[in-house]
């Protein structure tokens, strides 16, 4: 999560907008080569260098006997591990400032994974960083794309545990279950650079999207996932949120302002994305709190604090995104290491597989499953 605190503030201004409207992977995450890998050749388009990794070939080799995983989203979703979640998120959370060591370990992560998976992996330099994007092609729609993503770098001398390790071993998770099964449309999941430098990675791919006409169906964000606190008021809100999201706040104080929830942000255009998702968590008795922007205003500074992560640049360009978080540090103190180490010792595993789990669900019915 992005410390752009452009806070102006949402008491005075909000009521002009109208008031009360409304696991089981089979390698250790060791970054080294494997040999599904083959780096080749380099492409350069509109400035922006793009390597292709890894092979085409589907990740499930065919033995005749369907997967039962792959029988629905909620099977998919059913068979996720989270132990493997867990190795992903304690390997990831270390320093890893972009251009050092562990930012590159993490970076190989994402790509050999996604390649191993079956997934065909774009590094995606656009020259002050790199993004990892592992595609896998949609069987009737190719053209309409399901985006699922995290980023990977952090700030310097802070191991990010929750930020945003959290949602990289989500992400890394979601596409091992995504590779059970092939969808009616594309799926892109993605490891992005310079979140922390103002959303850099992110914007390069939205640019990028944007400039090839890229159909998105929904972006599905994870930014911070496994910070939970049962204790009353331990959630606290941004400035003014009561007054427009007046549904949510009623059940944050019926619930006590207990930060024992995931929010679910969306722009109007990813409602029904967003409402998949929660249908999803309900099912499996995961608390949420559905936080839907008011049509047209996603891209409203009136919102700084919603907007501070990589679903923003989805949002400026139009396209629909659904924003999961814990809330950073209307919740928790440690956030950028402010009030002491983001370390894995401080997390909720069981609430970031339940997370998880219900993007699984959300993200298979997107692609049409
Ligand atoms: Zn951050």
């Given amino acids: 999560m992005t410390n752009d605190l452009r806070r102006i503030s949402w008491l005075v201004l909000v009521c002009g907008l109208g008031c009360g409207q409304t696991g089981g992977s089979a390698t250790a995450p060791t970054g080294s080569t494997t040999e599904g890998e083959a780096t080749t050749t380099t492409t350069t388009t509109g400035g922006t260098t793009v390597t292709p990794t890894g092979s085409s070939t589907t990740a499930e080799p ?7 995983c792959a029988a629905s989203p909620q099977a998919l979703a059913d068979c996720i591990d989270p132990a493997a979640y867990a190795e992903d998120l304690q390997f990831i959370a270390d320093v890893r400032t972009p251009g050092t060591p562990h930012w590159k370990a993490v970076q190989d992560l994402c790509a050999d994974r996604l390649s191993e998976l079956g997934y065909q992996v774009v590094l995606m330099d656009y020259g002050t960083g790199v993004n990892v994007v592992g595609r896998r092609l949609g069987k009737a729609t190719p053209e309409q794309i399901v985006v699922v993503a995290a980023h990977y ?11 945003n390790a959290s949602g990289v071993a989500a992400t890394l998770e979601i596409a091992r279950l995504l590779a059970k099964t092939e969808f009616d449309r594309t799926v892109h999941v993605a490891c992005w650079d310079e979140e922390e430098d103002g959303l850099i990675g992110s914007e390069a791919y939205v640019a990028a999207a944007k400039a090839a006409g890229d159909d998105i169906v929904v972006d599905f964000n994870f930014d911070m996932i496994a910070f939970t606190s049962a204790a009353e008021n331990s959630q606290t809100v941004p400035v003014g949120f009561e007054l427009v999201f007046p549904e949510a706040y ?55 604090d919603l907007r501070r992560s990589d ?37 909720d595993l069981e609430f970031a597989a339940a997370v998880t789990r219900a993007t699984v669900e959300a993200s298979a019915v997107a692609l049409g499953m």
């Fill in 62 to 68: 065919t033995t005749g006997e369907p997967d039962p």
């Fill in 153 to 163: 770098d952090h700030i310097a001398d802070c191991r990010g545990a929750d930020d």
């Fill in 250 to 304: 009623a059940e944050l104080e019926a619930n006590g302002f207990r930060g024992d929830f995931v929010a679910v942000m969306s722009s109007a255009k990813a409602n029904a994305h967003a409402a998949a998702y929660a249908a999803a968590a309900d099912r499996i008795g995961l608390r949420r709190a559905l936080i839907e922007l008011p049509g047209g205003q996603e891209t409203s500074d009136l919102f700084a």
């Fill in 311 to 347: 679903h923003a640049p989805f949002w400026d360009a139009g396209y629909p995104a659904v924003f999961l978080t814990d809330t950073s540090e209307f919740r928790y103190a440690n956030y950028h290491c402010m009030a002491g180490p983001d370390e894995v010792a401080n997390l």
